[in-house]
């Protein structure tokens, strides 16, 4: 009940007060929107801490002349910014990056989607053949580079070396990771045969093609090169472009674990990548400042990737029903 005040105004009674705003007064789809924001707020405020606070926290030091023993340290503007410009190595892990990025993405479709293709035809053995491609993705990279750098040993240890003097191919053991020249192809090559996760999602999109498509195909007398050129091949476009995207994406993340096995970096930086190069900043030279700022351009390097990359090749893809 609503009583009179003694100014004048009217006082809603506890009741009135609840049933005014009660959820069974609210809309449907205001109900629907509280209830989705009550089950992804959890998620929200984990992901803000763990990725969110931390980030926040990487642009305040790229500010800072920040080390282990100076947190946070001062205010120094946009030196830090301008001292990782200035740095050659810099520059060089970028063109090496991108070198990377540019052999190995192409290399990952076409294994791949070949694979893929291999696969699909149901061939004796075929599960064997999917566990051995999927292997080399299934471990962290850590691993797969501690394999690869005694692969390329060079003495009796390397199996590479060991093969190639037995066979009379070489008269001496090739330095394969501690020559300027051959370093950074070795590092790459070791990168390359990490498709097996792409292989998977290939499959999975062979296996939803129309089957309508196909019959009409085999119909029309095509052969199975014509069916791969012109049908499946153009109807995988769509898994292409989120597969070329997720790789450009994660294109300056490649090969920190196996230049941190294998080469650190060198020799004589040859072989130095962005993510390495911010490792060293923080943990070798305890310039979190500097690593804080060489991260953020990093970042801001793999958006204007993600802007440039997204929309030709959305613009090429074609989806199917």
Do not use: C, H
């Not at 205001?30 to 931390?54: D, H, M, N, R, Y």
Request: no cysteine.
């Amino acid at each position: 009940m609503a009583s009179e005040s003694q100014d004048g105004s009217l006082d809603l009674t506890q009741s009135e007060t609840k049933s005014r705003f009660s959820v069974d007064n609210l809309t449907l789809s205001t109900q629907e929107s509280i209830q989705g924001w009550l089950f992804v707020l959890g998620k929200i405020a984990i992901i803000l801490f763990v990725i969110g606070f931390p980030m926040a926290f990487a642009v305040y030091l790229s500010f800072t002349d920040s080390n282990l023993v100076n947190l946070p340290g001062e205010f120094i503007g946009l030196e830090n910014y301008v001292w990782v410009l200035e740095q050659d190595v810099w520059w060089t892990s970028l063109k090496n990056v991108f070198l990377l990025g540019g052999i190995v993405i192409p290399t990952n479709i076409i294994f791949s989607f070949s694979t893929a293709l291999l696969l699909r035809e149901k061939l004796r053995g075929s599960t064997l053949y999917r566990v051995a491609f999927l292997v080399p993705v299934s471990g962290p990279p850590i691993i797969w580079a501690i394999v690869w750098k005694l692969v390329l040993f060079p003495n009796e240890g390397g199996i590479i070396n060991a093969v190639l003097l037995e066979l009379g191919f070489i008269g001496s053991y090739i330095p394969f990771l501690s020559d300027t020249t051959l370093a950074l192809p070795s590092v790459i090559m070791s990168q390359m045969w990490g498709f097996g996760l792409s292989m998977l999602i290939y499959m999975a999109a062979l296996s939803g093609l129309p089957a309508s498509v196909m019959e009409s195909a085999a119909m029309d007398g095509a052969n199975k090169y014509q069916k791969v050129r012109y049908i499946i091949w153009p109807l995988m476009k769509p898994t292409t472009f989120f597969l070329v995207v997720i790789q450009l994406v994660l294109v300056m993340r490649m090969g920190f674990g196996a230049v941190f096995v294998m080469t650190q970096g060198g020799p004589l930086n040859s072989t130095m990548v962005p993510s390495y190069f911010i490792y060293q900043l923080a943990f070798q030279y305890n310039s979190f400042g500097q690593s804080a700022a060489a991260a953020i351009l990093m970042f801001v390097v793999t958006a204007l990737i993600a802007l440039i990359s997204y929309k030709p090749l959305q613009s090429n893809a074609e989806y199917y029903q």
